[in-house]
């Protein structure tokens, strides 16, 4: 569980997909899955919707699969629609810690290793 305010983005978000979600997760009263944090640096790596819907609700906290971003088992790439398809891991951590986000889903983030659901009430969020 980390705290939302903790947390650095380093893309922006598409304001529609956050007014479906806010409303999906306010409807269901369950966040299905973690986001996916680098530890060091609390830069998020997937889920900028998710933590930022979690905000609109009011919510505090939210469940986080907490990485070693440097490491192999954490890989990164482009969506294909994005408008730069050449990334590297220190620059989404530099546009993480000095607010200079990336475009709306530019960069993808895999982990090596398979990331369980975990639904998490919203109400033990708050």
């Not at 922006?12 to 640096?41: C, H, M, Y």
């Not at 930022?52 to 294909?80: F, H, N, Q």
């Not at 530019?106 to 919203?122: K, S």
Request: with cysteine; hydrophobic share 40%; glycine share 4%.
């Amino acid at each position: 569980m980390v705290e939302l305010r903790r947390l650095r983005g380093h893309e922006r978000i598409r304001l529609t997909l956050l007014e479906e979600l806010s409303e999906q997760i306010r409807r269901d009263g369950v966040l299905k899955r973690p986001i996916l944090v680098a530890d060091r640096d609390f830069v998020i790596l997937d889920g900028h919707h998710r933590a930022e819907a979690l905000r609109k609700l009011g919510c505090v906290r939210i469940p986080a699969y907490l990485v070693d971003y440097r490491s192999d088992i954490v890989k990164l790439g482009t969506w294909p629609d994005a408008s730069v398809s050449v990334v590297s891991k220190e620059e989404v951590l530099r546009r993480g810690l000095h607010n200079d986000p990336f475009p709306p889903k530019t960069t993808r983030h895999t982990v090596a290793v398979p990331l369980e659901e975990r639904p998490m009430e919203l109400k033990d969020l708050l």
